[in-house]
């Protein structure tokens, strides 16, 4: 495993930017943390790599979990295993060489085995299953070898401002993180999901006043 301390630089969308401050708005929340960690997920989005989430869900279900500070920081090369949703819930972050941040669940889709990161496989590395020798492509954990009938399901991950790196959602195997999270956000928290943007949402009271950084 290689590690440096070069991080990428941000260069911020207007459009996201307005998004972001919409979203950070102090007037828009009740849960002001959360939809602070969540408006990172725009901009990092935006400057591409910063904060990129992979993401999905939650093995058994369909069940949301609050944020979840997972790392103060993860260096290019690094890979950290983790939990979430829940306590019992295997998953492994990974920044990959070009600083593209990526979780996944690290429990095989074939018969629920552990899956490691092997960095050194490839160009970019690799999660492998040992149990049946099943392969998954790191980027977007889709199945490149072996059994397994699906790709790994996702963990949305967001890097704040200060380095460290949450869990905020989670989405199936072959979903987007946006699809994922705005799934359970349409479920659980639909006012965040307006302001975001998601399908199907319903914008409430979106403002370009008071937003700032998180
Ligand atoms: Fe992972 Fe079979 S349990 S390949």
Do not use: N
Not at 47 to 73: E, F, N
Not at 147 to 175: C, Y
Request: net charge negative; hydrophobic share 35%; glycine share 14%.
């Amino acid at each position: 495993m290689t590690t440096t301390t070069e991080q990428p630089d941000a260069h911020p969308d207007p459009e996201q930017e307005a998004l972001h401050d919409r979203i950070s708005a102090d007037s828009l929340t009740t849960r002001r943390d959360y939809l602070r960690i969540v408006a990172t997920v725009s901009g990092g989005l935006a400057v591409g790599g910063v904060a990129v989430a992979a993401g999905v869900l939650h093995r058994h279900g369909d069940g949301t979990a609050d944020p979840k500070k997972i790392a103060d920081r993860i260096e290019r090369g690094q890979s950290l295993a983790f939990r979430y949703p829940g306590e019992d819930d295997r998953a492994v972050a990974i920044r990959m060489a070009d600083g593209t941040l990526v979780g996944y669940s690290a429990i095989c889709t074939h018969l629920a085995c552990a899956v490691l990161w092997r960095a050194e496989r490839g160009s970019e590395g690799e999660l492998y299953c040992p149990c049946h020798e099943g392969v998954f492509d790191a980027r977007t954990g889709d199945v490149t070898a072996g059994p397994p009938p699906r790709g790994l399901p996702k963990v949305v991950l967001v890097e704040r401002q200060d380095g460290s790196v949450w869990a905020i959602g989670t989405a199936r195997s072959g979903e987007s993180p946006q699809e994922g999270l705005c799934r359970q956000l349409l479920g659980s928290r639909p006012e965040v999901a307006g302001q975001l943007g998601c399908p199907g949402a319903r914008a409430e009271g979106a403002t370009t006043e008071g937003g700032r950084r998180v």
